[in-house]
């Protein structure tokens, strides 16, 4: 797929997901890319980036990231987050004068991936360790691999609500994530116990420094107020209980777990798999089928992830929350369909 085909694809997504205005945004720069406008200036050497490195919303949140640093405070006036009104028509021509004159800075803010450490795929990953913690009755080991800022590892300290009104977490909570759940909710009467939370990132987001909550808000469509809504409050939360998240890559980290007595060891993901180079991919899986081998009912081991997924061999990709368990064989267990930003989840 070519930058101007990516880009229109990315733009279509934008639509269907709830961002009518990244939406046009993104389209109107396709136009720009084919037209070897200024966009195609800013881009040039990324022509053969892999669909899945997200070129389209780089570009995006780089621009996005400028603006909430009050930095083009005239490109301001269109961005919901900065207290403006976005119109496509009257944004543009202030757009392009942007992406001319900052050219090299948004290439410099090309080479990171998208960081966006999305609260609401919490959602699915905090149902699947529910109906963990139900199965083995263990303290759990929650760890992360493509952590970004570690939000998603204080998940247990989020309001959920599913369709019906049951709420599981503190309801004083700063995240709360209402119509969460749809379907075979999990069992809410779980004791569930986080003994250890650790997360690794190649690149991790130091959210406790106003740099660090600028990258993951830069990255947030600047139309979508809820979801900048969760990110606010996980940041309050992330300030009373801070967690790790060590500078290192998935693979590394994963092959420097080992199950525990008396503990549920847990390893965890959403959306990044995309991210991670096949060898990557590849020693991840190696590992854990080797070290769930070494698994008992004493020290279980699961590999839980919210990605995008074939729940059969000639499907389409739809995002779903997946279980691989030890002892158990480590076969996979689709636990329920979930939304591309987390909300809702459709159990099953």
């Not at 996005?64 to 009104?85: D, I, N």
Request: charged share 25%; net charge negative.
């Amino acid at each position: 797929m070519d930058l101007v085909e990516a880009f229109r694809a990315q733009a279509g997504a934008c639509g269907r997901l709830g961002s009518p205005m990244y939406a046009e945004l993104l389209d109107a720069l396709a136009h720009d890319i084919e037209a070897d406008g200024e966009t195609a200036g800013v881009l040039r050497g990324h022509e053969e980036d892999p669909g899945p490195s997200a070129l389209a919303l780089r570009i995006a949140g780089s621009l996005h990231r400028l603006v909430l640093a009050g930095e083009e405070p005239g490109l301001a006036r269109y961005y919901p987050t900065t207290g403006g009104s976005w119109s496509l028509e009257s944004a543009w021509p202030v757009l392009i004068d942007v992406l001319g004159r900052r050219r090299e800075v948004l290439r410099r803010l090309l080479v990171q991936p998208p960081q966006t450490n999305e609260v609401g795929r919490s959602a699915g990953l905090l149902g699947g360790l529910l109906l963990l913690a139900g199965r083995f009755g263990l303290p759990v080991r929650l760890l992360e691999v493509g952590a970004s800022g570690g939000l998603n590892l204080n998940a247990d300290s989020f309001h959920y609500e599913d369709d019906r009104g049951r709420a599981w977490g503190p309801s004083d909570s700063p995240v709360r994530l209402d119509g969460a759940w749809r379907g075979r909710t999990p069992d809410l009467s779980v004791d569930l116990r986080i003994a250890e939370r650790l997360g690794c990132d190649v690149a991790p987001v130091d959210v406790t420094t106003e740099d660090g909550r600028l990258t993951l808000t830069s990255y947030v469509w600047p139309d979508m107020e809820e979801r900048h809504r969760r990110l606010r409050g996980a940041f309050e939360l992330a300030r009373r209980m801070p967690v790790a998240v060590r500078q290192q890559d998935a693979a590394s980290f994963v092959e420097s777990v080992v199950p525990a007595a008396g503990r549920l060891t847990v390893v965890w993901h959403s959306v990044m798999w995309q991210y991670l180079p096949d060898e990557q991919q590849r020693r991840v899986h190696d590992r854990l089928a080797t070290v769930g081998a070494l698994a008992g009912a004493d020290s279980p081991l699961a590999h839980l992830y919210a990605e995008p997924v074939r729940p059969e061999r000639d499907a389409d990709h739809e995002f779903w929350v997946c279980l691989e368990q030890w002892p158990g064989g480590g076969q996979r267990e689709l636990l329920g369909r979930i939304a591309p930003h987390g909300l809702p989840v459709d159990w099953v």
